[in-house]
C-alpha cells in the first residue's frame, strides 16, 4: 500500500511500536510524580522560566507546571486536572494508577492478547468495583468527617495545623450547606477566603458571616447597624462620564451648573427611592460620588462602594437579595436581609463583616510570609473540599491502601467468572491496584512488596467483617486498622480516581496509529483522487 501524500512529512509509528512508546511516556510521567504520594512524600522544588520556585508535594501542581510534549503524557495530565476539578483530590493516585493499567496492559499485549481484550476486561474489572464500593464505605460520622479532612492535609503541612485547619474547614462547610429537593449542597465556593501577611499561621480564623476587606464609604455612618434590609446594585451612584465624542454647547455660565444639578437631583431621588424600600445596608459594585455620601448618611445608610462582582454574589447568597443594575429598578423583593453589619479595623486594615441568615463563612488565612499564607490557604481549600464533599455524600472508604487491597482482592475472586483473556485482564487490573499500597510503603522507605504482601495477608486471615479497613499506616509503618486510624476518605475520590484513571488507560490503548508532524512542517500536499 502507498503512502497518502498527506504523509509523507510525518513520522508514523504503528500498532505496537506506537503502544509501546506511549505506555514508555505514561511511566516517565507517573515516574515524576511517584515519590509524592501519601503523608511521607518528599517535596519538590519546581522552578519556572522567570526563576520562581515554588516547593510543592502535590501531583497536579507539578504536572501542570511541567512542560510536557508527549501527546498521552497530556492525556494522563487532563485526567489528573479533571481528578481535581472534580474532587479536588486524588490527583497523584489517579496518574500512577492509569501509568500502573498501561505497563500491565502492555505485559498482556507481549503475551499476545489484544489491546481490544484488554479495554474489555479493563471495563469490567472498573465496574465491579464500582458495585463493590457498597460493601466497603463506612457512613461518614462527625468525627469520620474531621478525620478525612485530616487525612486530605496529611504530609501538606504541619500536624498541629492539618488539626486546626480541618476543624475550621468542616465548620465553614457546615455554614454553607444548603437543604435542596434533591439533597444537601454544600459549595465551597461560598465560604470567602481573606488573606493577611504578618502573624502566625496558627492565628488562622474562620468567621461567621462575610468578611471584605473594605470600609464604608463615610466615617461619619454608622459604625455598626442593626440587622436590616440591604440593597445590591450592579452599577453605581455616580454622575456619568461625559463621553468623549459629546459635545457640550455650554451658551452661558449658569448652564454646566444647572446641568451638574439637574443630575445630582436624579442621584438624590435614587436615595429617596433607597429610604422608601427601608434600606439601611447598600453595597454598589461601581462608585458613589462623593457629594452624595452626606446624603446617604443622612438616609441612615451604611454604603460601600466597589465591591466586586464575587464579592456582591456572596452578599446576595448570603442575604438572599438579587443584584439590580440600577437603583430606581430595585423593588422590595430585590431587598435581601441581614443580621449585623460592622466595620473593624484588624491590623491597622478596616474590614466590614455582614452577618447573613444564610450563614456563610469567611476564613482568614494568615502566615508570616506570602508563601506560607498561599500554603494555608491552598490546604484549607483542600480540607473544605473533603469536607463538603461529605456533608453531600456521607460516605467514607478507609485509606493508606487498604480500599485499593480490598478491591484487588475481590476483583481476582470476580476474574474466575472469565474465560481466557478477559479474565487475565481483570487480574492485571486488580494487580494495577496495589501500586497504591506499594508505593505508599515505598516512599515511607520499607520493601514496597514485603510490605504489601503482609497488608494482604492481614486483611485475608483477619476474616472478620472489618477486614477491608486494614491498611497500611506509613506513621506507624506496619498494616493498622485506618479507620480506627483516622486514615478515611471520601468515597467520591476513590471512586472518581479509578473510572479517570480507567478511562484514560483506554484512550491510551484505543490509539494504534501516531502520526507526528515533522517540526515546521511544509504546507500540506492536498491528497489527489486518482
Ligand atoms: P493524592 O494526590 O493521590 O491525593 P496524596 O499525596 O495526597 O496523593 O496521598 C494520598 C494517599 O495517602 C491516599 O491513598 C491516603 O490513603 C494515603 N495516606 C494518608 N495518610 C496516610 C497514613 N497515615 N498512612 C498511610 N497512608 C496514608
Ligand atoms: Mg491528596
Not at 503482609?454 to 506513621?475: P, R, S, Y
Amino acid at each position: 500500500m502507498s503512502e497518502v501524500p498527506i504523509l509523507k512529512e510525518t513520522t508514523r509509528s504503528t500498532g505496537r511500536e506506537a503502544l509501546r512508546n506511549n505506555i514508555t511516556a505514561a511511566m516517565a510521567l507517573a515516574g515524576a510524580v511517584r515519590s509524592t504520594l501519601g503523608p511521607l512524600g518528599q517535596d519538590k522544588l519546581l522552578i519556572d522560566d522567570e526563576g520562581r520556585t515554588m516547593v510543592t508535594n502535590d501531583g497536579v501542581t507539578v504536572l501542570e507546571s511541567a512542560k510536557v510534549e508527549h501527546p498521552v503524557a497530556n492525556m494522563l495530565i487532563n485526567a489528573s486536572t479533571t481528578q481535581d476539578r472534580i474532587a479536588r483530590d486524588g490527583t497523584t493516585s489517579a496518574v500512577l494508577l492509569s501509568a500502573e493499567l498501561l505497563q500491565n496492559a502492555w505485559e498482556l499485549v507481549l503475551q499476545g492478547v489484544h489491546p481490544s481484550a484488554i479495554a474489555r476486561g479493563y471495563r469490567h474489572a472498573e465496574e465491579a468495583c464500582r458495585n463493590h464500593f457498597e460493601n466497603l464505605v463506612i457512613k461518614a460520622t462527625e468525627k469520620h468527617m474531621l478525620a478525612a479532612a485530616t487525612t486530605s492535609l496529611s504530609g501538606k503541612i504541619h500536624q498541629a495545623m492539618q488539626h486546626h485547619l480541618a476543624a475550621l474547614a468542616v465548620q465553614a462547610a457546615k455554614a454553607v450547606v444548603e437543604q435542596r429537593p434533591t439533597g444537601p449542597l454544600a459549595d465551597p465556593t461560598r465560604v470567602k477566603i481573606l488573606t493577611q501577611t504578618g502573624g502566625s499561621m496558627t492565628d488562622s480564623s474562620l468567621v461567621t458571616g462575610l468578611v471584605l476587606a473594605k470600609k464604608r464609604v463615610s466615617d461619619r455612618m454608622p459604625k455598626q447597624m442593626p440587622s436590616g434590609k440591604i440593597a445590591l446594585v450592579d452599577g453605581g451612584l455616580e454622575r456619568r462620564e461625559l463621553m468623549s465624542n459629546v459635545k457640550l454647547n455650554v451658551s452661558s455660565t449658569g448652564v454646566l451648573e444647572s446641568f451638574r444639578q439637574k443630575e445630582k437631583t436624579v442621584l438624590l431621588e435614587q436615595i429617596n427611592h433607597l429610604v422608601d424600600l427601608g434600606v439601611t445596608l447598600l453595597a454598589c459594585k461601581e462608585g458613589i460620588d462623593d457629594d452624595l455620601h452626606a446624603a446617604l448618611t443622612d438616609a441612615g445608610i451604611q454604603a460601600y462602594r466597589r465591591v466586586s462582582r464575587s464579592d456582591l454574589d456572596l452578599l446576595a447568597r448570603g442575604t438572599n437579595a438579587t443584584l439590580n443594575h440600577d437603583v430606581k429598578g430595585l423593588t422590595a423583593s430585590d431587598l435581601g436581609v441581614f443580621i449585623q453589619s460592622s466595620n473593624e479595623r484588624w491590623n491597622g486594615v478596616m474590614h466590614w463583616i455582614v452577618e447573613t441568615e444564610e450563614g456563610g463563612a469567611t476564613f482568614i488565612a494568615k502566615g508570616s510570609t506570602n508563601e506560607t499564607v498561599g500554603e494555608v490557604e491552598r490546604c484549607f481549600a483542600d480540607a473544605l473540599g473533603v469536607a463538603c464533599q461529605l456533608l453531600e455524600e456521607p460516605a467514607l472508604l478507609p485509606g493508606g491502601g487498604a480500599t485499593q487491597i480490598a478491591l484487588a482482592r475481590h476483583l481476582r475472586r470476580f476474574a474466575e467468572g472469565f474465560a481466557g483473556r478477559e479474565q487475565l485482564a481483570v487480574e492485571a487490573f486488580a494487580d494495577a491496584l496495589e501500586i497504591i499500597p506499594r508505593t505508599l510503603a515505598q516512599n515511607a522507605g520499607l520493601d514496597p512488596l514485603d510490605t504489601l504482601l503482609q497488608t494482604v495477608a492481614k486483611q485475608t486471615t483477619d476474616g472478620g467483617k472489618n477486614a477491608h479497613f486494614i491498611g497500611l499506616n506509613v506513621e506507624k509503618k506496619r498494616p493498622a486498622d485506618m479507620v480506627e486510624d483516622g486514615v478515611v476518605e471520601p468515597l467520591r475520590i476513590t471512586r472518581q480516581v479509578l473510572a479517570g484513571a480507567t478511562e484514560a488507560a483506554l484512550s491510551v490503548l484505543r490509539i494504534d496509529d501516531v502520526l507526528w508532524a515533522k517540526k515546521d512542517p511544509a504546507a500540506p500536499e492536498i491528497p489527489e483522487e486518482d
